[in-house]
């Protein structure tokens, strides 16, 4: 008996410390990244619009590069989000972008629990991206920009009276700043390339339940895009996540935290009449590093609406229909 009694003490503080540590650590509370929302930056009076839904399922758990098995007990992470992103060219070198997530939910399931269940507004987003060169004879833009991410949504989430973990949070619950640059290169009328560089510095979480900072975090991304046939076109995008491990009180380093993740995204988009778009992209991971015992990232698709408006050519048909 008195054995029991321990192996079922340890399984439940083993079970207390990966809900708390390893789970928390893979898949950051806040917006999730959206693929292909980098672009050059717009020229002047051009606005788009898009919104994009994504799912995402995660279950299995890695230590360094391998999978874990040895869990007394199953995990399941999954979450319904969307996102809106509005862009506005306010010149022909100066771009104005802000977009606003949204969770329909934000669940953990584990086995012998009832399921945590995060649901409401994420983080907003506003950057200003710049034209820093452009030569339409080489087919060439470099588009730095800077921005920060607003927490504006709930934070401390409780359900049911129950205090849900940071990672169903739908809010981040930290301010964070961003900076980046896209690189676009044209190859003839069917190809292009680009690459993306991004750094990601989150503040203090220091809220009522939590004391908390994650990681810097840098993204890289190679992009490749092929015009198949008329309206149809396919990119191909390889994308690095890297994420520094996370800090809690007293400055203590949360060494089951951290993690670099490399993706393949392929993506369909066609574009209809009067500058309509329709994307539809998948995130598969294609290896994953973790620090310590975490649940690494599972897969996820998403499906994209465009709308993009140039009032400059816009009113010259106007004019040219009087």
């Known amino acids: 008996m008195p054995k029991i009694r321990f192996l079922l003490c340890f399984n439940s503080l083993l079970l207390l410390l990966i809900n708390n540590e390893s789970f928390a ?5 806040g917006n999730p990244f959206i693929s292909d929302a980098e672009q050059p ?14 799912y995402s399922h995660a279950s299995k758990y890695y230590a360094e590069d391998s999978p874990f098995n040895d869990l007394p007990f199953e995990q399941t992470s999954y979450s319904n989000y969307a996102e809106f992103q509005v862009g506005y060219g306010i010149t022909n070198w100066l771009t104005v972008m802000a977009d606003l997530g949204y969770f329909f939910n934000k669940t953990l ?3 012998g629990q009832d399921p945590y269940k995060g649901y409401g507004l994420g983080d907003a987003e506003l950057y200003l991206k710049f034209n820093a060169y452009t030569n339409p004879r080489l087919k060439f833009s470099i588009s730095p920009s800077i921005g920060m991410k ?3 949504g709930v934070f401390d989430q409780e359900v049911d009276n129950v ?3 940071i990672t169903v949070q739908p809010s981040s619950g930290s301010y964070k700043y961003t900076g980046n640059i896209f690189v676009s290169k044209g190859m003839g009328k069917k190809i292009a390339l680009a690459a993306f560089v991004s750094y990601e510095y989150s503040q203090l979480i220091e809220s009522d339940n939590f004391y908390y900072k994650y990681g810097d975090q840098w993204i890289g991304a190679i992009y490749f895009n092929y015009h198949i046939w008329k309206g149809l076109g396919i990119d191909l995008q390889v994308r690095n996540e890297y994420r520094a491990k996370s800090t809690r009180e007293n400055d203590e380093i949360v060494e089951a935290s951290g993690y670099d993740v490399v993706f393949f995204t392929p993506q369909l988009t066609y574009a209809f009449k009067h500058n309509w ?20 990232f599972g ?24």
């Not at 698709?301 to 010259?316: E, M, P, Q």
């Open 299 to 322: 897969y996820a698709v998403s499906a994209r609406i465009t709308k993009k408006i140039d009032f400059i050519a816009l009113k010259a048909r106007k004019e040219a229909k009087k």
């Open 277 to 296: 778009y329709l994307s539809a992209y998948s995130d598969i991971p294609v290896y994953k590093y973790y620090n310590g015992i975490q649940m690494s």
């Open 109 to 111: 399931t584990t086995t």
């Open 41 to 54: 930056a717009l020229q002047s009076k051009v606005l788009t619009s898009s919104l994009t839904y994504r």
């Open 163 to 165: 205090q849900l973990p």
């Open 25 to 29: 650590q893979c898949c950051s509370s």
């Open 150 to 152: 607003f927490p504006i």
